[in-house]
DNA sequence: TGGGCATCGTACGTACACGAACGATATGGG
DNA sequence: CCCATATCGTTCGTGTACGTACGATGCCCA
C-alpha cells in the first residue's frame, strides 16, 4: 500500500481538526502514562527497602496503618483497586502473616483486615523511604513543575 | 475527625525535610500515575473500537505499520517493552493473524515481523480513532494543561 | 414478611510486566 | 581459528489488573 516503501505519514488524516499533526504513538497519553508508570514502579521497587513489597500492596498497607481495620472491598476503594485485584493482593499479604482479618461483626458478608504486629512494624519502616520514592520519580522536574503534574493527574483521575 | 477516631498523621515524621506535609498515598506520584493509566486504560479499551485489541498491542502494530518490518527485540526496543513481555504480545498477534513473522535472512538469532494484511487493514481502521482515545482521556484538562502534562511525562520518562 | 435487588468475597480466564535463566547464534580479540 | 562475550528469542515464576460469573448474605419495600 501506499506505494513502495510503505512509511511516515500512514493515509490516516484523522479529519477532525484541519491543521493535526501527525499521530505519533509517543505522543499520546496513554502510552507515556504506560512508560511513565513502569519507571516509577521500577523507582519503588529499588527504593522502598523491601524487594518483596509491591506499590499496590504498599498502599494496601499504608491504608490499613491510617484505619486500623478495614473491610475488603472498602480498602480497594480507598487505594483504587478492582475487588478481584484486591482479593489476590489480600491473600499474599495474608500468606505473608503482614495482614490479619477476622469476621464483620455486624455484617456476615464483610471480612474486617488489619495489620498483625510484623505488618505495622515493616510499614512503619517503610513509610521512611517513601517521601524517596517520589523524590526520584520526579527528579527530572523542577518544584514546580512536579507540583503542576501531581494537579494535572488528579484532574485526570 | 481529627482526633480520637484512630488517625490521622502517623507517627512517621519523614525527618527529611522540616517542613514537609503529612505522607498521603494519594499525592505520590506512583499511586497518581497508577491511577492515571487505569483510566486511560479503561477508555482505550471502549474507545478504540475494537474490544480486543490491548493498549500495547496497538502501539506493536502501530509502529509495524510505520517500519513494515522489524525485529522482535527492536519492536519492544521502540514501544518500551521488555522482551519477555513482547514474547507474549507477539505471540497473541501470530494466533490471530494480525502479525507474521519470518526468520531474519543475515541473523539466525532474530526473527522479523510484519502485519498480515489483515493486521494492515485492522490497524488502519483503528489508528482513525486513535485520537479520540487521547482527546477523552484529556478531556478534563484545558489546552494548555494537555500540552503541560504530555511534556511533564515525557520528561520523567 | 417475603421477594427482589444490591453488596461482599471468591474463582476463573486473559493480558501486562519484569527478573532470571537458558540455548543458539553472532562477533571481536588474540 | 577459537574463545570470551554479547545479543536474540524463549521459558518460568510472581504479581498486578479487570471482566464475568457465582453463592451467600443483607436490606428495602411492597
Redesign the pocket.
Known sequence: MRSNVARRQPETKPASSPASRPYRIEEQVGYLL?RA??RA??IF?VTIGDP?I????YSSMVKLHEYTEL????L?RLV?????????????LKERRLVDSRP?P????????SLTTEGQRLITKLLVNGPAVSRETLKPLTNQEQRQLLELLSKII
Chains 1, 2 share one sequence.
Open positions: 504506560r508508570h513502569q514502579s521500577s521497587q518483596n509491591t506499590p499496590t500492596q473491610s475488603q472491598n472498602h480497594g483504587g483497586m478492582d475487588k478481584a485485584t484486591m482479593q489476590g493482593v489480600v491473600r499474599r464483620h455486624g455484617d456476615a458478608r464483610r471480612t474486617l483486615l
